[in-house]
T-cell receptor
Protein backbone atom coordinates (compact mmCIF):
# COMPACT_ATOMS: atom_id res chain seq x y z
CA UNK A 1 0.00 0.00 0.00
CA UNK A 2 1.16 3.52 -0.72
CA UNK A 3 1.17 5.97 2.18
CA UNK A 4 2.25 9.53 2.58
CA UNK A 5 3.37 10.79 5.98
CA UNK A 6 3.62 14.38 7.11
CA UNK A 7 4.99 14.28 10.64
CA UNK A 8 4.56 18.00 11.41
CA UNK A 9 0.89 18.84 12.03
CA UNK A 10 1.80 22.50 12.65
CA UNK A 11 4.74 24.73 11.82
CA UNK A 12 5.42 28.41 12.25
CA UNK A 13 7.91 30.74 10.61
CA UNK A 14 8.86 34.37 11.01
CA UNK A 15 8.08 36.54 8.00
CA UNK A 16 11.06 36.67 5.56
CA UNK A 17 12.60 33.55 7.12
CA UNK A 18 12.91 30.05 5.64
CA UNK A 19 10.90 27.02 6.67
CA UNK A 20 11.04 23.37 5.61
CA UNK A 21 8.04 21.05 5.63
CA UNK A 22 8.71 17.31 5.76
CA UNK A 23 7.11 14.49 3.80
CA UNK A 24 7.95 10.83 3.50
CA UNK A 25 6.21 8.22 1.41
CA UNK A 26 6.13 4.51 1.02
CA UNK A 27 6.18 2.83 -2.39
CA UNK A 28 7.60 -0.12 -4.25
CA UNK A 29 7.38 1.67 -7.59
CA UNK A 30 10.26 3.37 -9.38
CA UNK A 31 8.26 5.77 -11.56
CA UNK A 32 5.86 8.18 -9.89
CA UNK A 33 5.11 11.84 -9.26
CA UNK A 34 5.21 13.88 -6.09
CA UNK A 35 3.41 17.14 -5.39
CA UNK A 36 2.95 19.82 -2.79
CA UNK A 37 -0.45 21.49 -2.66
CA UNK A 38 -1.41 24.53 -0.64
CA UNK A 39 -4.86 25.03 0.88
CA UNK A 40 -5.51 28.56 2.22
CA UNK A 41 -8.57 29.36 4.36
CA UNK A 42 -10.59 29.73 1.15
CA UNK A 43 -10.39 25.92 0.94
CA UNK A 44 -9.17 26.01 -2.69
CA UNK A 45 -6.40 23.49 -3.41
CA UNK A 46 -3.49 25.13 -5.24
CA UNK A 47 -0.50 23.36 -6.77
CA UNK A 48 2.78 24.60 -5.33
CA UNK A 49 5.35 22.34 -6.97
CA UNK A 50 5.73 19.01 -8.77
CA UNK A 51 8.57 16.48 -8.98
CA UNK A 52 8.94 13.56 -11.36
CA UNK A 53 10.71 10.62 -9.69
CA UNK A 54 12.85 9.92 -12.76
CA UNK A 55 14.37 13.41 -12.57
CA UNK A 56 17.33 13.73 -10.23
CA UNK A 57 17.24 17.53 -10.22
CA UNK A 58 15.16 19.05 -7.47
CA UNK A 59 12.21 21.13 -8.67
CA UNK A 60 12.03 24.84 -7.90
CA UNK A 61 9.29 27.43 -8.34
CA UNK A 62 10.37 30.91 -7.31
CA UNK A 63 10.59 30.87 -3.48
CA UNK A 64 9.55 27.21 -3.28
CA UNK A 65 11.95 24.32 -3.73
CA UNK A 66 12.03 20.65 -2.85
CA UNK A 67 14.64 18.28 -1.51
CA UNK A 68 13.84 14.97 -3.20
CA UNK A 69 15.71 12.01 -1.77
CA UNK A 70 14.47 9.01 -3.75
CA UNK A 71 16.36 6.33 -1.87
CA UNK A 72 15.14 7.70 1.45
CA UNK A 73 11.62 8.26 0.04
CA UNK A 74 11.67 11.79 1.31
CA UNK A 75 10.21 14.90 -0.32
CA UNK A 76 10.52 18.07 1.75
CA UNK A 77 9.34 21.54 0.76
CA UNK A 78 11.44 24.61 1.48
CA UNK A 79 9.80 28.02 1.49
CA UNK A 80 12.27 30.89 1.36
CA UNK A 81 11.55 34.52 2.27
CA UNK A 82 8.23 33.51 3.82
CA UNK A 83 5.32 35.87 3.24
CA UNK A 84 2.04 36.33 5.09
CA UNK A 85 0.24 34.90 2.08
CA UNK A 86 2.09 31.60 2.53
CA UNK A 87 0.03 30.85 5.63
CA UNK A 88 -2.04 27.79 4.73
CA UNK A 89 -2.37 24.03 5.09
CA UNK A 90 0.21 22.23 2.95
CA UNK A 91 -0.39 18.73 1.61
CA UNK A 92 2.19 16.38 0.19
CA UNK A 93 0.82 14.03 -2.47
CA UNK A 94 2.02 10.99 -4.37
CA UNK A 95 0.74 9.79 -7.72
CA UNK A 96 1.34 6.17 -8.58
CA UNK A 97 1.01 4.42 -11.92
CA UNK A 98 -2.68 3.68 -12.38
CA UNK A 99 -3.47 7.30 -11.60
CA UNK A 100 -4.32 7.03 -7.93
CA UNK A 101 -3.23 9.99 -5.84
CA UNK A 102 -2.46 9.70 -2.14
CA UNK A 103 -2.28 12.68 0.18
CA UNK A 104 -0.65 13.24 3.55
CA UNK A 105 -2.56 14.58 6.54
CA UNK A 106 -1.24 18.09 6.03
CA UNK A 107 0.94 20.65 7.82
CA UNK A 108 -0.62 23.90 8.99
CA UNK A 109 1.84 26.74 8.41
CA UNK A 110 1.57 29.98 10.37
CA UNK A 111 3.57 33.01 9.27
CA UNK A 112 4.39 35.40 12.09
CA UNK A 113 4.67 39.09 11.13
CA UNK B 1 -11.86 29.25 -18.12
CA UNK B 2 -14.26 27.74 -15.59
CA UNK B 3 -11.86 24.86 -14.74
CA UNK B 4 -13.56 22.39 -12.38
CA UNK B 5 -17.04 23.34 -11.19
CA UNK B 6 -18.65 21.64 -8.21
CA UNK B 7 -22.22 22.06 -7.07
CA UNK B 8 -23.64 22.54 -4.53
CA UNK B 9 -21.12 24.31 -2.29
CA UNK B 10 -23.06 23.46 0.85
CA UNK B 11 -25.67 20.80 1.60
CA UNK B 12 -27.41 19.51 4.71
CA UNK B 13 -29.01 16.08 4.54
CA UNK B 14 -30.89 13.84 6.92
CA UNK B 15 -29.72 10.30 7.50
CA UNK B 16 -31.02 8.02 4.77
CA UNK B 17 -31.55 10.73 2.17
CA UNK B 18 -29.87 10.51 -1.20
CA UNK B 19 -28.15 13.22 -3.18
CA UNK B 20 -25.72 13.84 -6.01
CA UNK B 21 -22.69 16.09 -5.96
CA UNK B 22 -22.08 17.44 -9.42
CA UNK B 23 -18.66 17.93 -10.99
CA UNK B 24 -17.93 19.33 -14.44
CA UNK B 25 -14.68 20.32 -16.13
CA UNK B 26 -14.10 22.17 -19.39
CA UNK B 27 -10.43 21.33 -19.92
CA UNK B 28 -10.97 18.05 -21.80
CA UNK B 29 -9.19 16.15 -19.02
CA UNK B 30 -9.28 12.37 -19.24
CA UNK B 31 -8.82 11.83 -15.51
CA UNK B 32 -11.42 12.84 -12.94
CA UNK B 33 -11.63 11.96 -9.27
CA UNK B 34 -13.47 12.54 -6.01
CA UNK B 35 -11.89 13.04 -2.57
CA UNK B 36 -13.19 13.60 0.89
CA UNK B 37 -11.34 15.79 3.38
CA UNK B 38 -11.75 15.17 7.08
CA UNK B 39 -9.85 16.87 9.93
CA UNK B 40 -6.55 15.12 10.61
CA UNK B 41 -7.08 12.71 7.69
CA UNK B 42 -5.94 14.69 4.68
CA UNK B 43 -7.66 13.95 1.38
CA UNK B 44 -8.77 10.43 0.66
CA UNK B 45 -9.65 9.13 -2.78
CA UNK B 46 -13.22 7.88 -3.15
CA UNK B 47 -13.57 7.05 -6.85
CA UNK B 48 -11.78 7.97 -10.03
CA UNK B 49 -12.14 7.69 -13.80
CA UNK B 50 -9.62 7.68 -16.63
CA UNK B 51 -12.18 8.29 -19.37
CA UNK B 52 -15.83 8.14 -20.36
CA UNK B 53 -17.36 4.81 -19.41
CA UNK B 54 -14.47 3.87 -17.07
CA UNK B 55 -14.59 4.19 -13.28
CA UNK B 56 -12.67 2.60 -10.44
CA UNK B 57 -12.62 2.59 -6.66
CA UNK B 58 -10.20 4.51 -4.49
CA UNK B 59 -9.39 4.17 -0.79
CA UNK B 60 -12.85 4.86 0.65
CA UNK B 61 -15.54 3.92 -1.93
CA UNK B 62 -18.20 2.45 0.37
CA UNK B 63 -21.47 4.39 0.37
CA UNK B 64 -20.66 6.25 -2.83
CA UNK B 65 -21.48 5.66 -6.47
CA UNK B 66 -20.08 7.32 -9.61
CA UNK B 67 -20.57 7.23 -13.36
CA UNK B 68 -18.75 8.85 -16.29
CA UNK B 69 -21.03 9.12 -19.29
CA UNK B 70 -19.18 12.09 -20.79
CA UNK B 71 -15.63 13.43 -20.60
CA UNK B 72 -16.87 16.60 -18.89
CA UNK B 73 -19.03 15.26 -16.05
CA UNK B 74 -18.33 13.01 -13.07
CA UNK B 75 -21.16 13.04 -10.52
CA UNK B 76 -20.83 11.48 -7.05
CA UNK B 77 -23.95 9.86 -5.62
CA UNK B 78 -24.76 9.15 -2.00
CA UNK B 79 -27.56 6.60 -2.08
CA UNK B 80 -28.37 6.60 1.65
CA UNK B 81 -26.50 9.29 3.55
CA UNK B 82 -24.95 8.52 6.93
CA UNK B 83 -23.48 10.89 9.55
CA UNK B 84 -20.05 9.36 8.80
CA UNK B 85 -20.28 10.94 5.36
CA UNK B 86 -20.23 14.44 6.83
CA UNK B 87 -17.17 15.91 5.16
CA UNK B 88 -15.82 18.32 2.58
CA UNK B 89 -15.77 16.79 -0.88
CA UNK B 90 -13.42 17.76 -3.68
CA UNK B 91 -13.58 16.90 -7.34
CA UNK B 92 -10.30 17.08 -9.29
CA UNK B 93 -9.22 16.42 -12.86
CA UNK B 94 -6.03 16.15 -14.88
CA UNK B 95 -4.52 15.19 -18.18
CA UNK B 96 -2.80 11.83 -18.40
CA UNK B 97 0.58 10.80 -19.76
CA UNK B 98 4.16 11.90 -19.44
CA UNK B 99 5.62 14.76 -21.40
CA UNK B 100 2.39 16.71 -21.71
CA UNK B 101 2.56 20.10 -20.08
CA UNK B 102 0.53 19.97 -16.91
CA UNK B 103 0.03 16.22 -17.19
CA UNK B 104 -0.77 14.51 -13.94
CA UNK B 105 -1.30 17.79 -12.12
CA UNK B 106 -4.68 17.78 -10.43
CA UNK B 107 -6.93 20.80 -10.88
CA UNK B 108 -9.41 20.99 -8.02
CA UNK B 109 -12.91 22.31 -7.69
CA UNK B 110 -13.79 24.66 -4.84
CA UNK B 111 -15.18 21.90 -2.65
CA UNK B 112 -18.61 20.95 -1.32
CA UNK B 113 -19.34 20.88 2.40
CA UNK B 114 -21.83 18.15 3.24
CA UNK B 115 -23.45 17.72 6.65
CA UNK B 116 -25.52 14.63 7.41
CA UNK B 117 -27.74 14.91 10.48
Amino acid sequence: AQTVTQSQPEMSVQEAETVTLSCTYDTSESDYYLFWYKQPPSRQMILVIRQEAYKQQNATENRFSVNFQKAAKSFSLKISDSQLGDAAMYFCAYRRTGNQFYFGTGTSLTVIP
Amino acid sequence: NAGVTQTPKFQVLKTGQSMTLQCAQDMNHEYMSWYRQDPGMGLRLIHYSVGAGITDQGEVPNGYNVSRSTTEDFPLRLLSAAPSQTSVYFCASSNLGQGIAGANVLTFGAGSRLTVL
